[in-house]
């Protein structure tokens, strides 16, 4: 299945649910907004809805306000096709999925390693920076046009996918795009300031306090951070912070794999793995053991038990695995 069964089911339906993963970060708001524009421009209906709502500094995406949290009055929703994007399981939408009582089709748009294929129709482009890429593709396929709000949205997807353009998953292909997007006019600094450099002091102090609890194993190959729920209490981590700690730790000379745990606020036991490495280990992989997956240098999974048995766990999997890279 690909790009072609996608557009045939998107002229197919006319009233689609469109979702993405929770802990919404760039690609899935950009995607989901890119999406939105592609079926009106089509005549068609749809209605934005994820678990979670949307993260700190992403306010400046033109029609972010369409965007909905699921809450009590979801369930009357109608809808004749369901959207997945950025999903590499249907779990990963949250409970949203759940919504989907009649069984309507669903349509999996994904550039996940480890996603199956779910879905009645699914296209998933590993090889893709990012889904927002993919929907990219999509207006292409269907000679539709791009205005400025969903080149903002589908930039913005591929700038956080990208690590602003410098992972391995960044092709000539995504650059061209780029190079189409940034047509419009688009206010790149400024977008970047406000996904990446728009910390509340707080959050600074916090990021601080939590870099210098740095630990390392496999002689400094691997770099991890344990964050245990105490240390949160004054909210949420917000991704952006996570991410802040694992590019410092990712930048660190002779680090090939950085690991962050994090105590889940929500379940207790319930520790959220996110993994990076920079491609010796496939850290895809190692999230897979522990049910999860992504992105060979990027994955995450969520492991039940005592946080310093899961790290036990998954630092084992990782010096496994350096073993014989
Ligand atoms: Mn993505």
């Not at 994820?50 to 009590?72: A, M, Q, T, V």
């Not at 990446?196 to 306090?209: D, M, S």
Request: proline residues 2%; positive net charge; charged residues 25%.
């Amino acid at each position: 299945m690909g790009l072609k069964k996608i557009c045939a089911g998107i002229k197919k339906y006319n009233n689609f649910l469109i979702t993405a993963h929770t802990n919404l970060e760039g690609d899935a708001l950009g995607s989901e907004l890119a999406f939105y524009a592609l079926i009106r421009k089509l005549g068609k209906q749809g209605i934005i809805l994820n678990e979670d709502s949307i993260p700190y500094g992403h306010d400046f995406l033109p029609g972010i306000k369409r965007i909905r949290k699921l809450d009590c009055c979801s369930s009357y929703i109608k809808f004749d096709c369901l959207v997945v994007l950025d999903c590499a399981d249907l779990k990963r939408t949250g409970d949203v999925w759940r919504l989907n009582k009649d069984s309507k089709p669903i349509l999996n748009i994904d550039h996940h390693i480890s996603n199956q294929g779910f879905g009645d129709v699914h296209w998933v482009d590993a090889h893709a920076s990012s889904c927002s890429e993919m929907v990219y593709r999509i207006y292409k396929q269907m000679r539709l046009s791009i205005s400025k709000p969903e080149a903002i949205a589908m930039y913005t997807g591929m700038m956080t996918d990208t690590g602003s353009f410098r992972y391995s998953n960044t092709t000539s292909f995504t650059h061209q795009a780029v190079a189409e997007l940034l047509e419009f006019n688009i206010n790149v600094p400024l977008i970047y300031r406000y996904v990446y450099e728009n910390f509340a002091l707080e959050e600074t102090e916090l990021l601080i306090k939590l870099l210098s609890k740095i630990n390392f194993s496999a002689q400094g190959k691997i770099a991890y951070f344990k964050l245990k729920r105490g240390m949160l209490k004054d909210g949420a981590i917000s991704m952006d912070l996570g991410d802040q700690l694992l590019s410092f730790a990712r930048a660190i000379k002779g680090v090939e794999v950085v690991a962050l745990f994090k105590e889940s606020l929500r379940a207790k036991n319930q520790v959220r793995i996110n993994l990076r490495s920079h491609g010796k280990v496939d850290v895809n992989k190692i999230a897979a053991i522990f049910g999860g997956g992504g992105h060979k240098t990027a994955a995450g999974c969520t492991a039940h038990g005592d946080i310093n048995q899961v790290i036990k766990n998954v630092l084992a999997s990782i010096h496994q695995d350096l073993k014989y890279s």
